[in-house]
């Protein structure tokens, strides 16, 4: 199956900076890729959706100057936690489609574990 | 809006102990269902993809049947291996977005 690289897999910061995570496709071009933040013991929440050489479509609730996302090519997309603070600590999520998959499954980056001190 | 109700929330198996786990939804024209399975601390895994009432899919012990309100994942003679917390996912045909169940998490005792 495809194959979606998540970067990196824990990171721990200090509160007030910011964290940059990757998602990367290596063996299919992503056309729309997805963000998730997972909560313990509770389901993925769709963050964002983005395609690529667009802008990225937030969902409700979610604050778009905190969460950056950038989708510049059809291989890599990354998640900007701007001025982290310790409720920003969770695991997030990167899942990618492409035009040969856009019909069945996503698949799923590795998750990175987020912990704001 | 799109809703997905995942039950039991938890179950614990022997191993050997074939069990059923249930996914029902509300989705305004389906487009699929999936189920995936997730370890802790790691990304979901796909397992199957659902697209019309009737349809069924297998891989290894693990099959996924599907009815116009509920998907069903069946697990046959389960090993401890097959420990993990299951997701249910719907795709509406309208929109590319998954929208998740909050899992079964199965534990499978030797």
């Known amino acids: 199956g495809a194959v979606v690289s998540q970067h990196p897999s824990r990171v721990i910061c200090k509160s007030g900076t910011s964290v940059k995570i990757e998602c990367r496709s290596l063996d299919f071009q992503a056309t729309t890729m997805f963000w998730y933040r997972q909560f313990p013991k509770q389901s993925l929440m769709l963050m964002a959706t983005?395609?690529?050489?667009?802008?990225?479509?937030?969902e409700q609730g979610v604050e778009k100057d905190k969460f950056l996302i950038n989708h510049a090519s059809l291989t890599l997309s990354t998640l900007t936690v701007t001025s982290a603070h310790p409720e920003d600590s969770s695991f997030y999520i990167c899942?990618?489609?492409?035009?040969?998959?856009?019909?069945?499954?996503?698949?799923f980056g590795q998750g990175t574990r987020l912990t704001v001190v | 809006e799109d809703q997905v109700t995942q039950s039991p929330e938890a179950l614990r198996l022997q191993e050997g102990e074939s069990s059923s786990l249930n996914c029902s939804y509300t989705?305004?024209?389906?487009?699929?269902l999936f189920w995936y399975r997730q370890d802790p601390g790691k990304g979901p895994e796909f397992l199957f993809t659902l697209y019309s009432a009737g349809e069924e899919k297998e891989k290894e012990r693990l099959k996924a049947t599907l009815t116009k309100k509920e998907s069903f994942l069946h697990i046959t003679a389960p090993k401890p291996e097959d420990s993990a917390t299951y997701l249910c996912a719907v795709q509406a045909w309208d929109d590319y977005k998954l929208s998740f169940g909050a899992g079964t998490t199965v534990t499978v005792r030797a």
């Open positions: 983005s395609n690529e050489g667009s802008k990225a479509t937030y």
């Open positions: 899942s990618a489609t492409g035009k040969e998959t856009v019909n069945t499954e996503a698949f």
């Open positions: 989705v305004s024209g389906l487009r699929g």
